[in-house]
């Protein structure tokens, strides 16, 4: 794994010596030689996941379990321990561990396609019951891992695959904003939307999962951290571009801040 | 083991899975199943076991699939339509070898592929068990659960409108309110943090890029454990009179039970009839039913459906007696498959029709 | 051979919403446990609303019960009204034994096919403060000619079917049993 941007960042030589990659990997992840595309914004976000729950100490009760998409390859990198559920059908497997393990702590990774496409009444369903549960939508507005298709988070006049001229309404119909939606909800305890796209966002992501966690762990009730994350390969842009992209393109429709506090 | 009470076979079975340690169960209401889940309901907290009236079929599954890899035992069920929708999920969980039981009340006999063919995508099967009748239910459900946490598997209890509503004498076992034994391999969040975290994934286990995780080799046990389910699970089957008989009826189930009497009652007349009623569906009988079979001149297989056992009778028999389909669907006006053919007189009267 | 269907004994059980029907199927039941039988029952699955068609099939046996749960013939009946009695009416088995509500039941009987035994149960039941116990009057009959159920099972089977909201009632239906029991002498 490279990163480009230190290459294009200067060109002399290194003041330091060399460090490697594993020194950076938060505890609670094995190994960091994931699979994922340069540029991808989904391990920055399960990184501060990891980290918030580290610091949080609660690796020791934790059972993350994991929808299918890009993220799904970070399910054999953690040190907590893992479900593997279907595709869209996370949080119904996360009700039932966290039914029977009331002192566990219980978090989702899914992505749009996953959490807003094929479950999207899951997720709805755990928010209105109150799940005390916290569920991380890491949302690109595509499908990523099967090639960059139009997902129900695609902006309007997004170009995907399956949308090549870009989200037209009237034939594709209009996106959702999952969070908005989640936060009318009263079962819904904290909801909150964040990027990945520069460091002071990264930031603001890693405080946002924290309060979910927290939130959860004081019994409040559901929670939601949407995070937008970079696909450049989904999005055929160069990879640098993407944190550009991701601004221009999902932010402006899916507006970052918090949407509801305990 | 408790008094004998009259008890209903929904309530019976519910009584028994929470007597055999169940203490998790999620569904979504529908006929025959929902008098399950409203038993469940009311019994679980009980033993302080949860049930959840999940907001679909799909969700009763994902509920109870997150349960059970907290090593509780966990259930859910449903009746045909439920039971297609929760499909992905089963065949999933069986590759995350995960204990389950599923009550599948069904309609009819037409689910019969569904239930025994493994119903999803992907090569598995389902340890399927179908009682006849009320006792037989409580003693199947209690073993259903021994298997599930034997073979680490679902296994699926195959009821039907006759079973969920039939009211008979039973010793309905009482409730073990001590915490149950958690295996080894369940989830609690503790091993968080250690450098060697549990996963339970249908996609096996290990780390990523490190040797242990291997979907191949996964899926190469997953069928290994197939196979040694195939062959371990003792197959179950009630047999009666086969030895001097012309003809031998195969059925299972509440059906089996009206055949199973129509063979009766053709014996006391004087008729040479014998009857086999597999009680595991799969891993199928074949060889008892293959022995029983052939010592008479002809078999029969009734079933409420267009002939879907007959398959595999045909396949256990191997040709060495003829096979003939004397069942067929039958619907009343509710669709809830009570049969109105499914009495005793025509089903002797096929039967007669059918001797060699 | 013993046939395994030798001690099986059928009863079924019709008439409309209201009379008792289910009650009095449950009692007996109930009864035919407490005197340590084996037993099934199987309900009419219809709307079973008051003034509608209920009905109901009782087995009892000393052995595992061998009948489905829908029969096609039956060794006894118990006929508290004659409005949906036609189905029921050609499953009774010939030497059988039939129990009819005379206080109300207005249509023939095939009397010389099997025995009848004439209970006003909705009168006598009128005389005892309530037409309600008619059924249980019918039950206390029952269990004496058939010799299937004691009387002690009966009232026992009863306190097991009463619900709590209608534990009031126990009394006024042990009498109905026992004054059914006498009636059978
Ligand atoms: C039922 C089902 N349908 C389709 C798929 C194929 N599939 C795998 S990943 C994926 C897209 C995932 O999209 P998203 O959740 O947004 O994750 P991303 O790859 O974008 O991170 C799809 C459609 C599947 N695994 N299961
Ligand atoms: S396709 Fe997109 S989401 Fe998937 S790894 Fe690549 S950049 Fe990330
Ligand atoms: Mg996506």
Known sequence: MSDDRLFLSTDKPPAEPASLVDDFTPGLITQANHHLCPGCGEPIAIRAAMEAAEELALAERTVAVFGIGCYTAFAHNLDVEVVQALHGRAPSVATGIKRMLPEGFVVTFQGDGDMVNEGLQEVLHAAARGENITCLLLNNGVFGETGGQMTTTTTLGQRTKTSIEGRNPHQHGHPILLSDLTATMDGAAYVARCAVNNAGNVARTKRYITRAYESQMAGAGFSLVEILTMCPTGWFVDTLEGPEYLQNTLAPVHNIGELKTP | MSERVLIEGSEAMARAAVAAGCRFFAGYPMTPFTELLEHMAGLLPEVDGVCMNAESELEAVGMAWGAATTGHLAATGSTGQGLSLMQESLSEITNARLPLVVFNMARGQGDYFQATRGGGHGDYRHIVLAPMDVPEAVELTQLAFDMAGQWRTPVMVLGDYYLAHTYQAVSVPSFDTAAPEVPNWALDGSTGGSGAAKIVSPLGGGVEGEEGFDLGAHYAACAAHIQAMATGVEPLIDAGFCEDAELVVAAYGSVGKFVRYACLRLRDAGHRVGYIRPITLWPFPSEAVHKAASGSAKAAVYEQNMGQMVDDVRLATMGTVPVEFIGGPSWDHSGFGIGPDINVPDISERILETMP | ?185
């Open chain 3, 1 to 185: 051979m013993n046939s395994p269907l030798a001690g099986e004994r059928e009863l079924m059980l019709t008439g409309i919403g209201g009379q008792g029907v289910q009650l009095a199927a449950q009692v007996i039941a109930q009864g035919a446990i407490a005197d340590g039988k084996e037993v099934l029952v199987f309900g009419s699955y219809g709307g079973m609303m008051r003034g509608g068609n209920t009905d109901s099939t009782v087995v009892i046996s000393d052995q595992p019960i061998e009948a489905p749960p829908v029969l096609s013939a039956t060794w006894s009946a118990i006929l508290m009204h004659h409005q949906y009695w036609a189905p029921l009416r050609v499953l009774i088995s010939d030497g059988g034994l039939v129990l009819v509500n005379t206080s109300v039941f207005e249509d023939q009987l095939d009397r010389d096919r099997y025995r009848v035994v004439e209970v006003p149960a909705t009168d006598v039941a009128t005389d005892l403060g309530n037409p309600l116990l008619a059924a249980m009057v019918m039950a206390g009959v029952y269990g004496r000619t058939s010799g299937l159920v004691s009387l002690d099972g009966l009232v026992e089977g009863m306190r097991r079917s009463v619900p709590p909201y209608r534990s009031q009632l126990i009394e006024a239906n042990e009498a109905a049993l026992a004054k059914g029991w006498e009636m059978a002498a």
